[in-house]
């Protein structure tokens, strides 16, 4: 018995491999996509800009309100109806969008939301001694909004990755459609060979976690490093740092 288990294993594995390179591929487009899409989305939704808040929240309740099948079957099956050659794409290009915009959709909840986070009173401060919207943001804001932010996109980029197991629907040969091809030619072993599969995902997305948790713990040190080397003994800020002008 362990002999065929052995045997199966050496059989399907090549093909399971590919698989998972080719989830790999698409995961990553998706999480680098659906990151800046979502981190541009959310910056403007987090200072709630009139007119485009608005729109970008329309954008997110309708992504978050449908499922990523049916958002995916729009794409490659809706859009290209339309006649935009712009829009004429193949599954791996179709696929990758999907993946994006459904990332997409998380990621600026997340980001607007820990913006939001932040007390009105540091923009209000900011502004006092003469610093500009964008520099208030990027010196005060985001600094402190990373830290809200780096725990939520874990979650997030692990569901994108199990998302990939659904673009088998337009023909991509990813990780779970090899792992049901390899099962046409071992029937009578379905629960091993997703057995296979699961610890393949497994191995995959524990460090995305992992990756994830070290950053949050190390993102803040070198900034608060370099806020104490910049302050004197009592606390006060050095008179260099009290005139920032634009």
Not at 79 to 97: I, K, Q, R, Y
Not at 116 to 134: C, H, T
């Amino acid at each position: 018995m362990m002999q065929h288990y052995i045997d199966v294993f050496h059989a399907v594995l090549p093909a399971l491999l590919n698989g998972f390179w080719q989830t790999l591929g698409i995961s990553l487009a998706g999480i680098i996509g659906g990151s800046a899409i979502g981190f541009v989305l959310g910056l403007v939704r987090g200072q709630r800009v009139p007119y485009l808040t608005p729109l970008i929240g329309g954008y997110l309740h309708l992504l978050r309100g449908t499922p990523f099948l049916v958002q995916l079957y729009v794409v490659y099956f809706v859009l290209p109806n339309t006649g935009f050659a712009l829009l004429m794409w193949d599954s791996l290009t179709a696929a990758l969008v999907s993946l994006a915009i459904y990332t997409s959709s998380y990621v600026t909840e997340i980001v607007s939301g820990a913006i939001r986070a932040i007390p009105r009173g540091q923009w209000e401060g900011a502004f006092a001694i003469g610093m500009r919207r964008g520099q208030t943001l990027r010196h005060i804001i985001l600094p402190q909004s990373i830290m809200l932010i780096l725990p939520s996109l874990g979650g997030v980029y692990v569901n994108l990755i199990k998302a990939t197991s659904i673009v088998s629907v337009v023909g991509i040969s990813e990780l779970t459609r090899q792992g049901e091809i390899s099962i046409l030619r071992f029937p009578s072993d379905i629960l091993f060979i997703y057995g296979i599969v699961a610890l393949i995902y497994f191995c995959y997305c524990f460090p995305v976690l992992k990756l994830v948790d070290w950053l949050e713990k190390n993102a803040g040190k070198p900034r608060m490093g370099k806020q104490r080397s910049s302050s004197t003994t009592d606390g006060t800020i050095p008179p260099d740092k009290q005139n920032v002008r634009a």
